[in-house]
């Protein structure tokens, strides 16, 4: 009765996760078809709704990331990233939201000029790309002005990603990667779904990235991450 009741579990979360699976993949066809409508609309709020249109989205991708977060081992591919090749794909895509808000980005230690080697992490690309794209969007949702700054130090391997932003209260840090956690400022913005902090968490840990954060409230937020090398990294 237990293997009965076991397999019966497993078969429900399948069928659950194949579910909403299905459900994003046909969102992304109406969404598809408003950018397209927005394209040929003239209006006063067209660039807001392009906005929101970006957004939801990104919403629909979270989704998908997190079922596919759930069984992810199967196609994990772990080799040294070009660090900056991943970073300007995300940069080139938040490019409008970048210009909406009028921010600055600025970028230190990522080129491989001046006869330097590439800035390479070892990692999976597709999901430090995933990890990635979370931050930054995430410092893009709560930076009203000024400028997002990434910054890689090659020796210790560290990638620092700081914003002017709203920052986040002390007694909300300790909380901010739990599942569902949406904090003061999401409560307050209404923008938090309390789910991508959580899936940035889970991501690196599964990548062997750790990530710290330090935040001031009306100053700005700056999250680290330091990657392993190739002789301490075990495939999990």
């Not at 040294?80 to 300007?88: N, Y």
């Amino acid at each position: 009765e237990k293997k009965e009741e076991e397999r019966r579990r497993i078969e429900e979360k399948r069928e659950l996760s194949e579910y909403f699976l299905l459900w994003v993949h046909q969102i992304k066809t109406p969404i598809t078809v408003s950018k397209l409508l927005l394209r040929k609309t003239e209006s006063e709020y067209k660039k807001k709704l392009e906005e929101q249109m970006f957004y939801i989205e990104e919403y629909s991708n979270m989704a998908m990331n997190y079922l596919k977060m759930q069984n992810r081992s199967a196609d994990m591919d772990i080799h040294p990233v070009d660090l900056e090749a991943c970073l300007k794909r995300l940069f080139k895509k938040y490019a409008p939201i970048f210009i909406e808000k009028q921010l600055s980005l600025h970028h230190e230690g990522l080129s491989a000029a001046s006869g330097r080697e590439k800035a390479e992490v070892i990692s999976d690309e597709k999901w430090l790309s995933i990890l990635l794209e979370q931050l930054l969007s995430n410092a893009l949702k709560y930076t009203k002005e000024g400028s997002i700054n990434f910054s890689f130090n090659r020796e210790s391997s560290s990638l620092r990603i700081q914003d002017t932003g709203i920052g986040i209260p002390s007694s909300d840090l300790k909380k901010i990667f739990d599942l569902g956690y949406s904090g003061f400022n999401g409560r307050a913005t209404e923008k938090s779904s309390g789910l991508g902090l959580y899936m940035v968490q889970k991501i690196a840990g599964f990548l062997q990235i750790s990530v710290s954060v330090e935040s001031t409230v009306a100053v700005g937020s700056c999250f680290t991450l330091r990657f392993p090398n190739s002789s301490n990294l075990t495939i999990l």
